[in-house]
């Protein structure tokens, strides 16, 4: 836990410059928005993550993770979804190519019934 806040203050330091959305980095970041029906930028350690990833295991609903933190790129990628979503924390969790937000936001979504729909 004290890694990932650790790790997440530091990238709000790094966030500070702006992603340039015209790149090919960020072209290859909306294509992996589009890739899977699901798709979850994460990091590997992440407690939040693995919360995010365990909602979509018990609805039995396949997924696409992006492991940032195994990546050279992944500081830039998390830029880039911070441009896309106003927010640099992960997870990011995309559902046909809209963001629900993080681990929380997948959670509560599916304890009121929501997210359900909202994969159907």
């Not at 650790?6 to 410059?17: A, C, P």
């Not at 899977?36 to 909602?55: G, M, N, Q, R």
């Not at 990628?77 to 992960?90: D, F, H, K």
Request: proline share 2%.
């Amino acid at each position: 836990m004290i890694s990932y806040l650790l790790n997440n203050v530091i990238g709000v330091f790094r966030s500070r410059v702006a992603a340039d959305m015209a790149s090919p980095k960020a072209a290859e970041v909306k294509d992996l928005i589009g890739s899977d029906k699901v798709v979850i930028f994460s990091k590997t350690y992440c407690p939040y993550c693995k919360l995010a990833k365990e909602v979509f295991d018990k609805l039995k609903e396949k997924y696409t993770t992006i492991e940032l933190d195994e990546r050279d790129d992944g500081d830039e990628i998390q830029s880039i979804l911070g441009e896309i979503t106003g927010a640099r924390t992960v997870p990011r969790v995309f559902v046909k190519g809209n963001c629900l937000g993080g681990g929380s936001d997948v959670k509560a979504l599916y304890e009121k019934g929501e997210l359900q729909k909202v994969v159907a």
